[in-house]
């Protein structure tokens, strides 16, 4: 996308908030005016200062030389000798001290005004600048709810969080230096050019010759800034995501005593980041003093020639050379802002670009146009001919056909890469087959709404997520709305009451990050009563006990089994033992089912679950014996 899609792009967010952008166009413009009126009272002053406070007679009752009028009616001059008597009428008094008074309260009101304009422009600036951020932020926000489980695994989280926060900071750039400002400073250039255009244009003609000059340099300079403004979000992403992911795994890091790796490599990662972020400053510096050096030459080319034509009595007035040299001087300033704006522009594109390319991400998987609703599973459901990989890759699923009746246990077992986790990510649609369907009482899952698909469905894996919530709150995760008492309940059938009332505060009691303050059963157990809180028909266990001790172990599969009753569940089990029961027993080997069926009849046949079996249990012949 080009610079100026991205920057309307960027403005198209400010719609929504267009009598706030009114508000602060004409406080600009008042702002310019009365900085305008403020230079202007320069020729009164002067006037009186250079006059002994003693006007004369005729500017004084507001009168204009018959004989300029005469000989040059229609000159600039003499616009200049009328407005000169007008204002000098104005303050025109016997007294030179009320004289003074009457032009010092003149200015003293001018600057009250332009100071409240000034801070109105302020706060309205910053209201819309913070709306817009918080718009931008929401709209990200939202959309990442929307994109696919596949988007997330092929993407750091680090770069991510970066785009959200650290990009989304950045693109106020573009709204207070590249649209705020830029415009407040463009009218006060626009005024103060006036200005000097109307007191002499010969003069303006020699102090704006070097303009074109500033655009030019500025342009390149602004090319090169977004490049490296780029550079640098890139290399501040990287640094994100090896600060997320090292937070994240730290147990693992402290484990193996990585620390020294961990800084080195976080280390490598700031020190691009600063190399990438001096270079950014150094052309972003570049340009203010630039535009400076040739606007301060250009008034150096003004002052000696329009100080030459005051001194020879040439075309203009010593009062008019004042106002002229103020109002060059003022210009200065806001010419600068402009140039610096271009910069900032261009770092705010910067970001807009890595925002935009996040926000046209599209998601996989989508409801598709009239989607069914689903409100229930009366029958079962079926996969046909199911195949399955991960973009480019081989298949992982390769032509699975299993139906499952309403109410049934489904256990799923294999060797580690079978397939098995991706089988039961096709059922709530966190993924879409790549050949075959997935249908419930017949409907395929993917003409029905994701939202009323999932709905049906209770998940608990091996890692639990928990929120730095209360345990009230997580265990109601999802459910609105819901009475205090079911909550209780939930946590009672999870073996989770006893515990969570031996906590600080109960069922208030925060958790923290990811649930850190809870062991690794009571976590399971938090998650299995927020299922059992939800009332799914359809349930599934993906290893949910593999990493528990035994007493955990045996809590939390009491619960489990007091959840899948009559109710249609998929366990993924890494411990056979916990799934001998099931009404069918389905192993997965290479993405293929090799085989299915009861445990008794699995084990007599001798074949892939058997040999699963045997090496879990060998050196406990007694479980073989007695059973789970």
């Known amino acids: 996308m080009s610079s100026a899609g991205l920057y309307w792009r960027v403005l198209s967010f400010l719609r929504p908030y267009w009598r706030l952008m009114a508000a602060a166009i004409v406080l600009m413009v008042l702002c310019a005016i009365f900085n305008g009126f403020s230079i202007g009272m320069i020729l009164p002053f002067i006037n009186v200062i250079f006059s002994g406070g003693k006007l004369d007679p005729a500017k004084a009752m507001g009168k204009v030389p018959s004989k300029l009028l005469q000989n040059a009616p229609h000159s600039i001059t003499t616009i200049q000798e009328v407005v000169r008597t007008k204002v000098l009428a104005l303050y025109a ?19 009250l005004l332009k100071g409240l304009f000034t801070y109105l422009l302020a706060i309205v600036s910053a209201q819309i600048e913070q709306v817009m951020i918080r718009d931008v932020r929401n709209h990200l926000y939202r959309h990442l709810h929307k994109l696919s489980l596949a988007f997330f695994h092929r993407s750091r989280t680090g770069t991510v969080i970066s785009v959200v926060t650290n990009d989304v900071s950045l693109l106020r750039m573009t709204i207070t ?11 006060l250039v626009l005024v103060y050019a006036a200005m000097v255009v109307w007191i002499s244009w010969r003069l303006s003609l020699v102090a704006f010759v070097v303009i074109p000059v500033i655009t030019f340099l500025v342009s390149r300079l602004g090319k090169r800034l977004r490049r490296y403004t780029t550079r640098a979000q890139e290399k501040m992403a990287d640094m994100t995501g090896v600060l997320q992911e090292t937070l994240s795994g730290i147990r ?8 020294r790796f961990e800084t080195d490599k976080f280390e490598r990662h700031t020190q691009g980041y600063y190399r990438a972020f001096l270079k950014q400053q150094r052309a972003a510096s570049l340009a203010p003093p630039t535009t400076e050096f040739l606007g301060a030459v250009g008034l150096l080319v003004v002052v000696w020639y329009g100080g030459r034509q005051v001194l020879g009595g040439g075309f203009l007035s010593p009062d008019w050379f004042l106002i002229f040299l103020a109002a060059m001087l003022s210009i200065i300033q806001p010419a600068k802002n402009l140039s610096y704006a271009s910069t900032r522009i261009q770092e705010g594109l910067a970001a807009a670009k890595r925002i935009f390319t996040l926000l046209d991400t599209k998601p996989d998987i989508v409801d598709p146009p009239g989607a069914i609703e689903f409100t229930t599973m009366r029958q079962g459901l079926e996969m046909r001919g199911v195949s399955f990989k991960y973009g480019g890759s081989d298949y992982v699923l390769r032509d699975i056909d299993l139906k499952v009746t309403k109410g049934q246990v489904i256990a799923l077992v294999g060797p580690s890469g079978a397939g098995k986790s991706t089988l039961v990510d096709l059922i709530p649609r966190f993924y879409d087959p790549t050949d075959g369907s997935v249908s419930i009482d017949g409907i395929d899952i993917r003409k029905a709404s994701v939202r009323s698909l999932r709905n049906l469905m209770g998940i608990v894996t091996q890692e639990v997520i928990l929120f730095n919530d209360s345990v009230r709150n997580n265990i109601a995760y999802g459910v609105e709305d819901i009475a205090f008492e079911r909550i209780v309940a939930a946590a009672k059938a999870a073996n989770a009451h006893e515990f969570i009332e031996g906590l600080a505060q109960g069922y208030e009691t925060m958790i923290g990050d990811r649930g850190v303050r809870l062991s690794g059963g009571e976590r399971q157990r938090i998650a299995i009563a927020r ?23 045996r809590l939390v599969q009491d619960a489990i089994q007091r959840l899948m009753s009559n109710r249609t569940s ?39 679950y058997r040999r699963l079996y045997d090496l879990q249990f060998k050196d406990f012949p007694q479980v073989v014996e007695e059973g789970p």
Do not use: C, W
Request: proline share 3%; aromatic share 8%; hydrophobic share 50%.
């Open 531 to 553: 299922a059992i809180l939800k009332d799914p028909e359809i349930l599934i266990f993906d290893e949910a006990t593999s990493s528990l001790d035994s007493e955990s172990e």
């Open 570 to 608: 998929f366990v993924i089990a890494h411990r056979l033992s916990t799934i001998t029961n099931s009404d069918v027993i389905v192993v997965l080997e290479d993405g293929r089912i090799t085989e299915a069926g009861k445990h008794e009849d699995l084990l007599a046949a001798n074949g892939v």
């Open 252 to 259: 693992v890091v402290k484990a193996f005593g990585m620390e």
């Open 93 to 111: 008094s016997p007294s030179p001290l009320v004289t003074l008074e009457r032009i010092f309260i003149s200015i003293l009101v001018l600057y």
């Open 177 to 187: 230096a590249g649209f705020l400002n830029f415009f407040r400073d463009l009218v």
